[in-house]
């Protein structure tokens, strides 16, 4: 089973430059869940959705976007990469009904040079 | 969002039971009782979850306090695959269905 797919898995960028984190799921979930964290650190909101169309910001958004154009996909952007944003990127999907267990993606390394 | 505390560490045997404690005295009627653990350098994968009653599933056993301002995960034979940080999530049913994680337990077991 593939669950919650998250691609690339590393990826160094350079400051300024611009990427997309991409996040699949095959669970027909409709909550999808972005999260980042930093070494040492438990993992911190940074947008979620509800459903196809429907995203909003979690705890820290700032430098990011989102979008949910199908239930399956739920890429994140970064549009100007800042050291700040070097971080371990995970992707989450759960069910809507019954407050399903959270799965979570093998991550993305990203270093900003 | 009700926040956990839980120790920053904790170290046991392998093949012994091992007790982790959660604290959330703001808990609200709303809110399930969610644990995850990490292992090193993967995501965080689910453990158990619970509302009111105690909890039993392959992996672990969960143990709610009566007044539910409590409770503990209980890994009833620790495992060296067990060694990982544990972290005690409080989970609204309503809405968006947030996690919101803290620093959580990191447990390691002494062969």
């Known amino acids: 089973n593939a669950g919650v797919t998250q691609t690339p898995k590393f990826r160094i960028l350079k400051i300024g430059q611009s990427m997309t984190l991409q996040c699949a799921q095959d669970?027909?979930?409709?909550?999808m869940y972005w999260y980042r964290q930093d070494p040492g650190m438990g993992l911190k909101l940074i947008y979620y959705s509800v459903g196809a169309g429907i995203t909003d910001k979690g705890e820290v958004p700032n430098g990011y976007n989102v979008s949910r154009s199908t239930t399956e996909d739920f890429p994140l952007r970064l549009e100007l990469a800042a050291p700040s944003q070097t971080s371990v990127y995970f992707c989450?999907?759960?069910?809507?009904?019954?407050?399903?267990?959270?799965?979570f993606g093998d991550g993305t390394r990203l270093s900003i040079l | 969002d009700a926040k956990t505390t839980q120790p920053n560490s904790m170290e046991s045997n392998e093949e012994e039971p091992v007790h982790l404690p959660c604290n959330h005295s703001?808990?609200?009627?709303?809110?399930?009782i969610h644990w995850y653990r990490q292992l090193p350098s993967q995501g965080p994968e689910y453990v158990i979850h619970g509302l009111t009653s105690n909890v039993n599933n392959r992996m672990a056993s969960l143990a709610i306090a009566e007044d539910r301002k409590s409770s503990t995960l209980i890994l009833h034979r620790a495992t060296l695959r067990d060694a990982a940080v544990y972290y005690c999530?409080?989970?609204?049913?309503?809405?968006?269905?947030?996690?919101?994680f803290g620093q959580g337990t990191r447990l390691t077991i002494n062969p």
């Open positions: 703001t808990i609200s009627g709303t809110d399930y």
């Open positions: 669970m027909n979930h409709n909550y």
């Open positions: 989450a999907s759960s069910s809507r009904t019954g407050n399903q267990p959270q799965h």
């Open positions: 999530i409080l989970r609204s049913s309503q809405g968006a269905q947030k996690l919101v």
